[in-house]
């Protein structure tokens, strides 16, 4: 079975936690991030500087700094905040046919803003909430 590296995993987890957030304008402090969303707190830090680099996010410093979408999350999809922490895909050597393949497929996937995907984000939380 195919998997994203966790990575990938946790920083779309992180930045659906932002996206839910974005509208109250408010800085997110990585540790709140981390302990909500169940993510060692330095690797957390280290794919929030990555999303920085990559124009996803902005962040402040001090003691009312934190992290926040750099833009509407409408305008951000979940392939950029992947292709941000696991760079361009590459398809070369001799199966890169496949591999471009897959990319496409999973490029189209991923196409999703976080916008609709913590929506679908939501309703999956409150339907695991309700399962005993």
């Known amino acids: 079975m195919f998997r994203l590296p966790a990575g990938a995993d946790y920083s779309l987890l992180a930045m659906l936690h932002l996206a839910d957030r974005y509208a109250t304008g408010e800085l997110v402090k990585a540790a ?3 302990a909500a969303q ?7 830090e280290r794919l929030l500087a990555q999303l920085r680099s990559a124009g996803l996010l902005e962040s402040m410093r001090g003691p009312g700094g934190g992290h926040r979408l750099s833009r509407l999350p409408e305008s951000i999809t979940a392939y ?6 696991l760079g361009p ?6 199966l890169g046919f496949l ?3 897959c990319e496409g ?6 196409s999703l803003p976080l916008s609709e995907l913590a929506n679908e984000w ?4 409150r339907v695991a909430d309700y399962q005993i």
């Open 32 to 34: 709140d991030v981390a």
């Open 80 to 85: 950029q905040v992947v292709e941000a922490i």
């Open 38 to 44: 169940d993510i060692p707190l330095p690797f957390l």
């Open 89 to 94: 895909g590459s398809n070369s050597g001799r």
């Open 99 to 101: 591999w471009k393949r």
């Open 122 to 125: 939501r309703r999956e939380a």
């Open 105 to 110: 497929a999973l490029g189209e996937v991923l």
